[in-house]
Nanobody, 126 residues
C-alpha cells in the first residue's frame, strides 16, 4: 500500500543539528497523505508525539522541542522534514514518521490507514 521511509538520523554532539526526512511511496497505488508528523521513543519510555503538520501547513510541537525543531513538508513529493537544532542529550531516541494516507487503484478508493516508518536513530552525546 503506502510505505514511509525515513532518513537523516545519526549521532551528534549536544548543540548540534540534524535534519530528518520521511518520504511516502506507494507502488501501484495513487495515494495522498495528511497529518504527517514525527514521534520518538527513548529507551524505557513511551512513544511521544514530537511534531505534526497539516496539508495546509498548520504545525504543532511538543513543548520540549518548541523553538528548536522545525517541521516542514513538500506536498508534491509527499515528504515531511524535521530540522532539529540545538539538540540535547534528552533528544536521544528512535524517531518515527507517521501519516494518515488514503490510497486508490485508478479511480477506485481503497481506504485510509495510519502508516509508520521503520524509525531512525538519533543519538545526542554530551
Amino acid at each position: 500500500q503506502v510505505q514511509l521511509v525515513e532518513s537523516g538520523g545519526g549521532s551528534v554532539q549536544a548543540g548540534g543539528s540534524l535534519n530528518l526526512s520521511c518520504a511516502a511511496s506507494g507502488s501501484g497505488y495513487i495515494f495522498s497523505c495528511s497529518g504527517m508528523g514525527w514521534h520518538r521513543q527513548a529507551p524505557g519510555k513511551e512513544r511521544e508525539l514530537v511534531s505534526t503538520i497539516g496539508r495546509d501547513g498548520t504545525t504543532t510541537y511538543a513543548d520540549s522541542v518548541k523553538g528548536r525543531f522545525t517541521i516542514s513538508q513538500d506536498n508534491a513529493k509527499n515528504t515531511v522534514y524535521l530540522q532539529m537544532n540545538s539538540l540535547k542529550t534528552e533528544d536521544t531516541a528512535v524517531y518515527y514518521c507517521a501519516a494518515d494516507c488514503s490510497y486508490w487503484r485508478g479511480t477506485l478508493y481503497l481506504g485510509t490507514n495510519k502508516y509508520w516508518g521503520q524509525g531512525t536513530q538519533v543519538t545526542v552525546s554530551s
